[in-house]
């Protein structure tokens, strides 16, 4: 069955940085478009970054445009969010998925606070 594992998130500072991952098993990861989500607080699901099935194309929401970057290494079945100049609002927790699916792992949680 899909299974989608995230890690990487943890407490940072404002301005800092974080780097998650997502591994894949259980589907034929490369031919998939995958994107990364989160969900704050008492907010909505929000897909903040997706990519294509060959690093490209790459799209991201308004909230976290030139500071995120999201990335894929499929020969190891990997999705990564490069997460820079971070700030309090983007403490949420943060799920990879299959786009246009249900598909979703469990999340990790990403807290930016001083």
């Known amino acids: 069955q899909v299974q989608l594992v995230e890690s990487g998130g943890g407490l940072v500072q404002p301005g800092g940085s974080l780097r998650l991952s997502c591994v894949g098993s259980?589907?034929?990861?490369?031919?998939?478009?995958m994107g990364w989500y989160r969900q704050g607080l008492g907010k909505e699901v929000e897909l903040v970054a997706e990519?294509?099935?060959?690093?490209?194309?790459?799209k991201y929401a308004e909230s976290v445009k030139d500071r995120f970057t999201i990335s894929r290494d499929n020969s190891k079945n990997t999705l990564y969010l490069q997460m820079d100049s971070l700030k309090s609002e983007d403490t949420a927790t943060y799920y990879c998925?299959?786009?246009?699916?249900?598909?979703r792992g469990q999340g990790t949680q990403v807290t930016v606070s001083s």
């Open positions: 998925g299959l786009l246009d699916s249900p598909y």
């Open positions: 259980g589907f034929v990861f490369r031919i998939f478009p």
């Open positions: 990519i294509g099935i060959l690093s490209g194309p790459t």
